[in-house]
Structures are given as C-alpha cells and as structure tokens.
C-alpha cells in the first residue's frame, strides 16, 4: 500500500489583528518531504501515530508537507495559495496511491474563503477522483462543513480536551483507511449541526456535557458496525458561517444506523446546551484567593488570553495585580514580548533592567506595564515537550529570558505558543512545583501536565481574544439563531 500524507494546519481567530502569513508558519513549523518523517515519528501528535501505524503494517508514505502555526488572525490568501498548490503538485506527482492521509486542523479560515479545509479537500479530490479514499484527522475544534464531510471518505475528531490522543487519532485514520482501502468497510457517514456555540473553557471533556457525549458514544462504538465517531466542540471565536458544535457518525455501510446514532447524540448535545456556560473568578479576587492558599503551586489560569486559542500572549491584568499586591514566589508564563526580550538580551544575565512588558498588541486588554528588574537567564527558547501533549515534539519559544521582579517571575518569549508543559518552566530553571502562584496562559490544555502538579486551580476572568464570555465578540457571520449568543 502506499499512502499520501501531508499537514496543514491552523486554528483561526478572526477576531485577531495579528496575519497569519509565512513567518508564521516559519515559526512553528514549516517541513517538507522526507523531513516530516523524521521529525514527527514517536511523537505524541496525529502525524506521529501516522507514521507509526503506516511502518506497522507495511505501509509506504510518500510525504507532502507539515504546515502549522499558532492560532491568530486568518491565514493570508498568498501563503494559503502557494501551500495548497504545492500539496496538490506533490499529489499529481506521487504516482499510483492506495490513499492519502491528511492531518488538518478544522478552523482554518484563509483571507480567501471561509472554509480553508473544505476548499482544500474539494481540490484534493477533484485531483485525486472519487475513487482513492481520503482520511482526515482534525482538531476537537474543527468547525465541520458540509465541503468537508463530502470530499473525504473519513474523519477522525481528537476525543479529548486536552487533546492527549493525537497520535490515537492518527493511528486510527491509518488503519481505517487501510480498512477501506482493502474494501473490508465501506463508511457511510452521518453528520449533524445543532445551533450551539459552546465557549472554549465548556469544552473540556474531563466532566460536564463533552464528557457525558463521548460515554454515549463510547457505548455506540461497540457496535462493530460502527466505524467511528467523533464530537467537534466547534472553535467559537472563528465568525463563519459553521462554527460550532457537530456530530460525525461513521458505519459500515449503514446509513440508517449513522442517522439514527447522530440523532440521539445531537439531541443529548442540545438538551444539555447550557452545561457549556462558563464563568470565572474577577482578577482581584482570584489573586486574593491565590495568596490566601495554604498549599502551592496555586495555578492563576489566564484562559482569555491563551495563544492557543488566538490571543495575543501579552496581556498585562493579572500581572498588573500581583504586581500591585507584592507577590512572591510567583512565575508568569509565558508573556510574549520579543522588544522587552531583546532589552534583557542587551543588559545581560545578571543585569538590572527597566522594561515595559506586555499590553502591545492590543492595549484595550491591558496597557504595557513598567517593570525594573533582574534578568535571572537567557536562552534561545527551545526545549522537548514531555507530554502528554505533544510528546518528543521540539518546542520553539524563540529568544527567551526571565526577568526577576522582587521574585516575580516573568518568562518573556519572542514566539507565541501556549503555556501547556511544564518544561516551559523547567527549562529555564524554574521549579513550577515550587512557586506560590503560577500564572499559566492558556485555556484548557495546561490542565493535561499542570493539573496533577497543583494544589488550587482558578480560572481567571481577564480579559483577551479567547475569553469564554462570547458577549464579549460581536459575531457577524455565524448562523443564527445559535446557542449562547441567542436564547434558545
């Protein structure tokens, strides 16, 4: 057998000012051909599952490209152009295929069109005919269009939040794709739409509405019919048309059992609609709480600016706070600021500098602060992530540097990415087990690795392009009317 595989990948935020243009991807990754391979295999991410389900069973890859970004603005139209004509040379060129594997995101939404997944599932097939099979793996965010589900034979939705069965994911898309492409299942799928909306900090499928969806679905899945079953949270903050929550049900040449099994999980999805509603604790009093703890680390979790989820990184709020109160024994991670990083770089380790931090892309979210302070290291930002989540992949923060305010700690770094691991703390020496208070920017993911290491947890309601309270955003092009922003 061989297969195509290639990635293309990006959350987008259209609320978000900053382009996501080829430096972007640069930043986070940009691989082609053979180099995918090796830079994915073992990994904990859909690619690594891929590649190591495809070497189990003999099968031959011929790689295309890995493209990804952190979340931000729409992908510009020349980048998403040049990218998608590149896979599709590649395709044309790769001879003979039994299949294709294609590990996308599902929030893509380019300066060109609304649907960037779609778009580009419609030209593989049209490239391809209707008769090679396509497997897809997209994020647990993926907002599901119509175009998608036509042009591929599968997908496979990642089942948890935080997203720690990637490369499951993967392994699953290879091995159902060698399924079809042995012609031992024939799917047919089932798709669903309800009009919800579910805020990001709902999502999580630890507990609440995700969690009672995927036990439903978990049963189903016993029926050996029943090829799979995936559950989109949808990503909210991207306006299109589709964003939201969706149901894909795969059987083996049952259409009437992928209906009906949509049907009972749309349903459950509605009746439980106002399980996705979020709240969390105002900035003062949550520092309050956080000092107040008998036990550390006490994890400040900055959801409503989260990289991840399109923020900027630089918001100041909460800083601003344990600044005020003379917080000790506290870290912030991670603030992005490449002009306050390169300030550190000229001072020196050692050095005592005075710096404005943060508030710079948008200062409607928390204006830059003044700080003076000791730069405590320096580094070039990159570092292993040990998982759960996207374990062995390298991780790259750009020139980094801690600056040391009176034992407030400030990780200031020149690339976005999220505070999920904590070897973003490790590696520049800090011991999240042994701080106070950790300011961790990020939604829900950081709970697969910071969780188990923390005694209090508090959701901070600050503000930021990923805040959970969606009357914050004024929506234009959503489908309505849609739950929460509409009473349903």
Same mark, same amino acid.
């Given at each position: 057998?061989?297969?195509?595989?290639?990635?293309?990948?990006?959350?987008?935020?259209?609320?978000?000012?900053?382009?996501?243009? +080829?430096? +972007?991807?640069?930043?986070?990754?940009?691989?082609?051909?053979?180099?995918?391979?090796?830079?994915?295999?073992?990994?904990?991410?859909?690619?690594?599952?891929?590649?190591?389900?495809?070497?189990?069973?003999?099968?031959?890859?011929?790689?295309?490209?890995?493209?990804?970004?952190?979340?931000?603005?729409?992908?510009?139209?020349?980048?998403?152009?040049?990218?998608? +004509?590149?896979?599709?040379?590649?395709?044309?060129?790769?001879?003979?295929?039994?299949?294709?594997?294609?590990?996308?995101?599902?929030?893509?939404?380019?300066?060109?069109?609304?649907?960037?997944?779609?778009?580009?599932?419609?030209?593989?097939?049209?490239?391809?005919?209707?008769?090679? =099979?396509?497997?897809?793996?997209?994020?647990?965010?993926?907002?599901?269009?119509?175009?998608?589900? !036509?042009?591929?034979?599968?997908?496979?939705?990642?089942?948890? &939040?935080?997203?720690?069965?990637?490369?499951?994911?993967?392994?699953?898309?290879?091995?159902?794709?060698?399924?079809?492409?042995?012609?031992?299942?024939?799917?047919?799928?089932?798709?669903?739409? =309800?009009?919800?909306?579910?805020?990001?900090?709902?999502?999580?499928?630890?507990?609440?509405?995700? !969690?009672?969806?995927?036990?439903?679905?978990?049963?189903?899945?016993?029926?050996?019919?029943?090829?799979?079953?995936?559950?989109?949270?949808?990503? =909210?903050?991207?306006?299109?048309?589709?964003?939201?929550?969706?149901? &894909?049900?795969?059987?083996?040449?049952?259409?009437?059992?992928?209906?009906?099994?949509?049907?009972?999980?749309?349903?459950?999805?509605?009746?439980?609609?106002?399980?996705?509603?979020?709240?969390?604790?105002?900035?003062?009093?949550?520092?309050?709480?956080?000092?107040?703890?008998?036990?550390?680390?006490?994890?400040?979790?900055?959801?409503?600016?989260?990289?991840?989820?399109?923020?900027?990184?630089?918001?100041?709020?909460?800083?601003?706070?344990?600044?005020?109160?003379?917080?000790?024994?506290?870290?912030?991670?991670?603030?992005?600021?490449?002009?306050?990083? +390169?300030?550190?770089?000229?001072?020196?380790?050692?050095?005592?500098?005075?710096?404005?931090?943060?508030?710079?892309?948008?200062?409607?979210?928390?204006? =830059?602060?003044?700080?003076?302070?000791?730069?405590?290291?320096?580094?070039?930002?990159?570092?292993?992530?040990?998982?759960?989540?996207?374990?062995?992949?390298?991780?790259?923060?750009?020139?980094?540097?801690?600056?040391?305010?009176?034992?407030?700690?400030?990780?200031?770094?020149?690339?976005?990415?999220?505070?999920?691991?904590?070897?973003?703390?490790?590696?520049?020496?800090?011991?999240?087990?042994?701080?106070?208070?950790?300011?961790?920017?990020?939604?829900?993911?950081?709970?697969?690795?910071?969780?188990?290491?923390?005694?209090?947890?508090?959701?901070?309601?600050?503000?930021?392009?990923?805040?959970?309270?969606?009357?914050?955003?004024?929506?234009?092009?959503?489908?309505?009317?849609?739950?929460?922003?509409?009473?349903?």
């Amino acid at each position: 057998m061989r297969f195509f595989i290639a990635m293309f990948s990006h959350e987008t935020n259209t609320f978000s000012t900053i382009p996501t243009d +080829q430096r +972007q991807f640069e930043a986070r990754d940009l691989r082609y051909g053979g180099e995918i391979l090796e830079a994915y295999r073992g990994t904990g991410t859909c690619l690594g599952g891929m590649i190591d389900a495809a070497a189990a069973h003999g099968v031959t890859l011929v790689p295309s490209l890995a493209a990804a970004a952190s979340p931000a603005g729409r992908v510009t139209a020349d980048f998403y152009r040049r990218t998608t +004509q590149r896979l599709l040379e590649d395709l044309r060129a790769a001879g003979a295929l039994d299949g294709i594997l294609l590990d996308l995101h599902g929030a893509m939404v380019p300066e060109s069109t609304e649907d960037g997944e779609g778009d580009l599932l419609r030209a593989v097939r049209e490239a391809v005919g209707a008769s090679v =099979p396509v497997a897809v793996t997209l994020d647990f965010h993926a907002n599901v269009t119509a175009d998608m589900v !036509r042009h591929a034979t599968l997908l496979h939705g990642y089942k948890t &939040y935080p997203h720690v069965d990637m490369d499951a994911r993967g392994r699953e898309a290879t091995e159902r794709l060698l399924d079809v492409a042995a012609g031992r299942i024939r799917p047919t799928v089932a798709w669903r739409q =309800p009009p919800l909306l579910p805020p990001i900090a709902g999502q999580l499928t630890a507990r609440g509405p995700m !969690r009672r969806l995927y036990d439903l679905a978990a049963e189903m899945e016993k029926d050996p019919t029943v090829v799979s079953i995936s559950i989109f949270a949808g990503f =909210p903050l991207a306006d299109i048309k589709d964003a939201g929550l969706s149901i &894909y049900v795969a059987a083996d040449g049952n259409q009437r059992l992928a209906d009906e099994l949509a049907d009972r999980l749309a349903a459950l999805a509605w009746e439980h609609r106002r399980e996705f509603l979020h709240t969390a604790v105002p900035v003062g009093e949550a520092v309050a709480r956080a000092l107040a703890a008998d036990g550390r680390p006490v994890i400040l979790a900055d959801i409503a600016d989260n990289t991840g989820g399109g923020a900027a990184g630089d918001t100041t709020e909460i800083l601003r706070e344990l600044l005020r109160v003379g917080a000790r024994q506290t870290t912030v991670a991670c603030l992005w600021d490449a002009e306050a990083v +390169q300030a550190c770089i000229r001072a020196g380790v050692g050095a005592t500098v005075a710096v404005r931090v943060g508030g710079k892309v948008d200062p409607s979210h928390g204006a =830059p602060i003044e700080v003076t302070g000791r730069v405590r290291t320096l580094s070039d930002g990159r570092f292993v992530h040990k998982g759960p989540m996207f374990r062995g992949l390298e991780g790259r923060l750009g020139p980094t540097a801690v600056l040391d305010v009176n034992d407030l700690k400030i990780i200031l770094i020149s690339l976005r990415w999220q505070t999920l691991d904590p070897e973003m703390l490790r590696f520049v020496g800090i011991d999240p087990t042994a701080e106070k208070i950790l300011v961790v920017k990020s939604s829900v993911h950081y709970r697969a690795a910071f969780e188990p290491l923390a005694h209090a947890i508090i959701e901070v309601d600050a503000p930021g392009l990923s805040s959970s309270n969606l009357a914050r955003f004024t929506f234009k092009r959503v489908r309505r009317p849609i739950y929460p922003l509409d009473a349903l």
